[in-house]
């Protein structure tokens, strides 16, 4: 239903809606959705919760992931998807922004805007992808600092820490880390670019009765895993944060060059969201019902095109 009804709107704060999803049998599934549009592709799909990338927002912002972008910039992701599906969304938060003055205002910030959960980091600025080399990490007790501003400045917020410190300092280093954040008030953990299975079952091993976070990019240094082999390894969420992204980004770039090549999008056609595809995602009919004063569109059926196949 629209947004703007507020009666079919969740009673219960995101936070609290994302720890009931992580207390049901089963791992949690959550695709990345930097937009509205996403996370209404990903609802629609039968996803119950999302993912926000920050590597996806700076993206799509053409600004590379080093920590570049600002809460302001996430909160307004983060509105636009908690509007259009009312998922609960975990967001990353990178390094926090800050010191610990920042970082609770990141909280507060991303409560304000409707998010379920934050990411933190234990890298230094500027962050990189944790699939890259040479990240600087933060001191260990320095970013439990963080994790404890954060815990005491949530209201319902689900709190993940992760830690990028397996590629420089060992699972040993890495676990050492995780039960340090876990002591400072993180409720689950995202252990970072581990690549072979028994990594990450040997982490699982160390850190019982943890929820665990599992990251499946692509182009990364993790082997493709699916949902059930990370549930079978001991985790809890898995996300695909950039997948969207990238799949729109190569969608663009064939549709640009076929323009540049063809001189219209003729050849295109068939590959594209109609338009009554498109309404129908959006609910267009549904707001425009709310509103007595608008006369119901009528949706053309077609468009007077010289090609066969052709839809709007």
């Known amino acids: 239903m629209p947004y703007v009804i507020g009666d079919d709107l969740p009673d219960v704060p995101a936070g609290q809606r994302f720890r009931a999803l992580l207390d049901r049998p089963g791992i949690l599934r959550m695709p990345g959705a930097h937009t509205g549009m996403a996370a209404l592709l990903a609802k629609r799909a039968g996803f119950e919760a999302l993912y926000v990338s920050g590597a996806a927002m700076s993206a799509n ?3 590379p992931d080093l920590g570049m972008i600002t809460v302001e910039d996430v909160c307004w992701h983060v509105r636009q998807v908690s509007r259009a599906s009312s998922l609960p969304a975990l967001v990353d938060g990178d390094t926090g922004y800050g010191e610990a003055l920042n970082v609770m205002n990141m909280v507060r910030s991303f409560e304000d805007a409707g998010a379920a959960a934050v990411q933190l980091e234990d890298q230094l600025l500027p962050k990189k992808c944790g699939h890259l080399n040479d990240k600087k990490l933060a001191d260990p007790h320095d970013f439990a600092a963080k994790i404890a501003a954060a815990r005491r400045a949530r209201k319902h917020l689900y709190i993940i820490a992760r830690t990028d410190a397996a590629a420089s300092e060992g699972m040993d280093g890495a676990v050492g880390r995780a039960k340090l954040f876990m002591e400072a008030g993180a409720d689950a953990i995202f252990p970072e670019a581990l690549n072979t299975a028994e990594m990450f079952r040997e982490f699982a091993r160390r850190m019982p009765g943890v929820k665990l976070l599992a990251n499946m990019t692509e182009f990364g240094r993790t082997p493709f895993f699916t949902d ?5 390894m001991g985790y809890a969420m898995v996300i695909w944060p950039v997948s969207h992204l ?4 190569r969608a663009m770039e064939e549709l640009y060059a076929a323009i540049n090549r063809d001189g219209g999008t003729q050849g295109m056609v068939g590959r594209m969201q109609t338009r009554a595809q498109l309404y129908e995602t959006i609910g267009y009919h549904e707001y425009e019902a709310l509103d007595s004063t608008l006369v ?5 059926e077609g468009m007077p095109q010289r090609f066969p196949g052709a839809a709007q």
């Open 61 to 63: 912002m053409g600004l």
């Open 228 to 232: 059930k082999e990370f549930e079978e």
């Open 246 to 249: 990238r799949v729109a980004n």
């Open 296 to 300: 119901k569109t009528v949706v053309p």
